[in-house]
């Protein structure tokens, strides 16, 4: 009898943390998995094209092209789901990455901040139709830097 009550107090102590649903949800992509695809604009004696693979993994990877007179500049990038947010880590010239953490989303709008850092502090995406997106990225009231849009249009992969 005693075996069985020490198991039976064993067993109410456990079984609540054990079956208790984590309250904190997983981050996922889904908030930004419609910036997946192939994205291109041009102007201003430049073209610049930025791809973004399908959510997978917690991982969507991203890199940019920017040919212009000047040369070529590219960026990798990733978006990535983590215990506390989604960030979107930005590497360009394959630099080390920064970090923008997901701040607001709604359908087809996603903003990522990092107000540590000097330029960009924002950066901005949006979905303005489904062969249309937005990308911006802003500073702040004392940023020497101005803020710069840019209006892509979906392009079908080479590949296809």
């Given at each position: 009898m005693p075996t069985l009550l020490l198991a039976g107090l064993f067993w109410l102590l456990v079984s609540p943390v054990a079956a208790a649903p984590d309250a904190t949800p997983t981050p996922d992509l889904k908030a930004v998995s419609f910036m997946a695809g192939n994205w291109h604009t041009e102007g201003g004696n430049q073209t610049i094209e930025e791809q973004w693979m399908e959510p997978a993994g917690k991982l969507m990877l991203g890199m940019s092209r920017t040919v212009s007179q000047r040369g070529a500049f590219f960026e990798f990038l990733r978006l990535e789901a983590r215990g506390?947010?989604?960030?979107?880590v930005a590497q360009p010239g394959g630099r080390p990455p920064t970090d923008f953490k997901l701040v607001r989303h709604s359908a087809g709008e996603a903003v990522f901040e990092n107000l540590a850092h000097d330029f960009p502090k924002r950066i901005i995406y949006r979905l303005d139709s489904p062969v249309d997106l937005t990308?911006?990225?802003e500073g702040d009231a004392g940023s020497t830097e101005q803020s710069q849009e840019f209006k892509y249009k979906r392009k079908k992969a080479q590949c296809e």
């Open positions: 506390d947010g989604v960030y979107y990308a911006r990225v």
